[in-house]
């Protein structure tokens, strides 16, 4: 099975600060990565998927690069309001749909 | 508005079984691929098991095979969860999601998960 890495396991950033999460598969995926936010308590949320496509009604301060192993998570400008976990999520050809162990962001 | 209610969440024995539910609304259910993921307390989120649009397949992570059953039954807008065996590391919050895309959406079959209910709490525990 494909595992899914991500780094760093949290961090700490200033608001307004620039926010860069990687996640790594270990084969190639090509770009069939999707990205979750988890805030404290809640729900799971689509952030972005294939790669790099962005969910309706998510801020554009959110993108998604990357293709086959390597992906990157970016925030350009942190808010308070983006306080979470952040989870990739690999789902090319057959299960299991294998989520990355998360980044933790918060406020500095 | 799509919604998905999960119930059946409960406090039980390890060796035991139980059976969860996930009502869903405000989308044609049978269009649409969907998936258990589970949370232990604490930790991750780990994918559980996913199902066809239909029913004719199924998919299992390799820690529940031959113990978790997935159904639907479409005529009910609802989707469950058989878990047989219960064990303490099955303790969890249980997800059920939507598959994003529609079954005819495209020929990859495979989608991120658009939708998720509030979960449902299992507590495998003597």
């Known amino acids: 099975d494909i595992q899914m890495t991500q780094s760093p396991s949290s961090l700490s950033a200033s608001v307004g600060d620039r926010v860069t999460i990687t996640c790594r598969a270990s084969?190639?995926?090509?770009?069939?990565l999707a990205w979750y936010q988890q805030k404290p308590g809640k729900v799971p949320k689509l952030l972005i998927y294939a790669a790099s496509t962005l969910q309706s009604g998510v801020p554009s301060r959110f993108s998604g690069s990357g293709s086959g192993t390597d992906f990157t998570l970016t925030i350009s400008s942190l808010q308070p309001e983006d306080v979470a976990t952040y989870y990739c999520q690999k789902y090319n050809s057959a299960p299991p749909f294998t989520f990355g162990p998360g980044t933790k962001v918060d406020i500095k | 508005e799509v919604q998905l209610v999960e119930s059946g969440g409960v406090v039980v024995q390890p060796g035991g079984s139980l059976r969860l539910s996930c009502a869903a609304s405000?989308?044609?259910?049978?269009?649409?691929?969907m998936h258990w993921v589970r949370q232990a307390p604490g930790k991750g989120l780990e994918w559980v098991s996913l199902?066809?649009?239909?029913?004719?397949?199924?998919y299992y992570a390799d820690s529940v095979k031959g113990r978790f059953t997935i159904s639907r039954d479409n005529s009910k807008n609802s989707l469950y969860l058989q878990m047989n065996s219960l064990r303490a590391e099955d303790t969890a919050l249980y997800y059920c999601?939507?598959?994003?895309?529609?079954?005819?959406?495209?020929?990859?079959?495979?989608?991120?998960?658009?939708?998720w209910g509030q979960g449902t709490l299992v507590t495998v525990s003597s």
């Open positions: 199902i066809s649009w239909d029913g004719g397949s199924t």
């Open positions: 084969q190639g995926i090509s770009n069939y």
């Open positions: 405000g989308f044609t259910f049978d269009d649409y691929a």
């Open positions: 999601a939507k598959a994003k895309h529609t079954y005819y959406y495209d020929s990859s079959g495979y989608y991120p998960f658009d939708y």
